[in-house]
């Protein structure tokens, strides 16, 4: 559960696909990972099916710009529960070189799930019981933000 003050933060590399380099304790909290878990992955594994993708999009356009946004999304915590997510993306820099960017969760509001993120939910705890073929949403290891 997100409260006021909480730090979500996350550290990606500067380049494409822009992997995780580094999550705050309560970016790992919040979400339900550990860090071993989001190390080397994108912050893909969030997404779902009431992800906004064009809103996905902007953000990674903006990251192959090297120009800090903001955007508004819905993303996933690793338990498939739905929430509204307001995040800041911002490059950093060390003597001019792009060290990577800054991914910082401003503010998160609840989402009502609905019949799309029960059918979510439903498949990605059978996916990751191992009762189908698929590895599951925790997998994935490709893709931006």
């Not at 380099?21 to 790992?28: D, F, M």
């Amino acid at each position: 559960m997100w409260v006021e003050g909480m730090y979500l933060c996350v550290v990606t590399e500067p380049m494409p696909p822009f992997a995780i380099v580094a999550a705050s304790r309560g970016w790992l909290q919040f979400c339900g990972f550990d860090a071993k878990e989001v190390k080397g992955r994108t912050l893909s594994m969030l997404q779902g099916p009431a992800t906004e993708r064009v809103v996905a999009a902007k953000l990674v356009s903006s990251a192959h710009q090297g120009v800090a946004t903001d955007a508004v999304l819905v993303n996933y915590t690793k338990h498939c529960l739905a929430f509204r997510n307001h995040v800041r993306v911002h490059p950093f820099t060390k003597d001019g070189v792009l060290e990577g960017f800054k991914v910082i969760t401003t503010r998160v509001d609840p989402v009502q799930a609905g019949p799309a993120e029960r059918s979510f939910e439903m498949w990605s705890n059978r996916a990751s019981s191992g009762a189908s073929g698929s590895s599951g949403r925790s997998g994935r290891s490709k893709g931006q933000s």
